[in-house]
């Protein structure tokens, strides 16, 4: 399915409450990317990293923090100052350079209870 | 920073039918042009792209059109299956950008 995979599937948080989710691809692609989507919306971009140890901030970076230790490796933290983390989550990743497709994850769904 | 605008945010096709989904992008240096579709929660792929040195691309039932100058390009879906109900996502990309900005969405619903 595309060598792209997140885990748990789904999760739940108490307020208050740091939170990573998993991000793992052995496609050997370049970049990772994390976005959010919220029911009847689009995709909106969080954070991306072109390269292992680099990562930038995207449209929504607030209350979220990543890591790009490993190449294969994208986690996300979601921290308590994210106010309204409920929400849809998707990794994605693609090889280097232009034209290349983006390949996402089967997604996390984040419920603050 | 680009801006992608997706129109109509829903669609309602009869079986059989064509349906076109709109968008347009702000950023004249963007390059690549991918659809997504997505299906009821599973995860968004790939259906067709094309880049800006085309003007037309067409893969079976589905095509897609760029209009540089205006700075719009379209999907075509022709004889819509139930099968095709989805979300679908148009994107752009420049390469200097090195990131994907997606437009919202258009959700897409075929009668049998």
């Not at chain 1, 108490?14 to 959010?36: F, I, P």
């Amino acid at each position: 399915d595309g060598g792209i995979t997140q885990s748990p599937k789904y999760l739940f948080r108490k307020e208050g409450q740091n939170v990573t989710l998993s991000c793992e691809q052995n496609l050997n692609h370049d970049a990772m990317y994390w976005y959010r989507q919220d029911p009847g919306q689009g995709l909106r971009l969080i954070y991306y990293s072109q390269i292992v140890n680099d990562f930038q901030k995207g449209d929504i970076a607030e209350g979220y923090s990543v890591s790009r230790e490993k190449k294969e490796s994208f986690p996300l933290t979601v921290t308590s100052a994210q106010k309204n983390p409920t929400a849809f989550y998707l990794c994605a990743s693609s090889g280097a350079g232009s034209y290349n497709e983006q390949f996402f994850g089967p997604g996390t769904r984040l419920t603050v209870l | 920073g680009e801006n992608v605008e997706q129109h109509p945010s829903t669609l309602s096709v009869q079986e059989g039918d064509s349906a076109v989904i709109k968008c347009t992008y702000s950023d004249s240096a963007s390059n690549y042009f991918p659809w997504y579709k997505q299906e009821l929660g599973k995860r968004p792929q790939l259906i067709i792209d094309i880049r800006s040195n085309v003007g037309e691309k067409k893969d079976q039932r589905i095509a897609v059109t760029l209009n540089k100058t205006a700075k719009h390009f379209s999907l075509h879906i022709t004889e819509t299956q139930p099968e095709d109900s989805a979300v679908y996502f148009c994107a752009a990309f420049k390469t200097s950008y090195d990131k994907v900005i997606f437009g919202p969405g258009t959700s897409l619903s075929v009668i049998p």
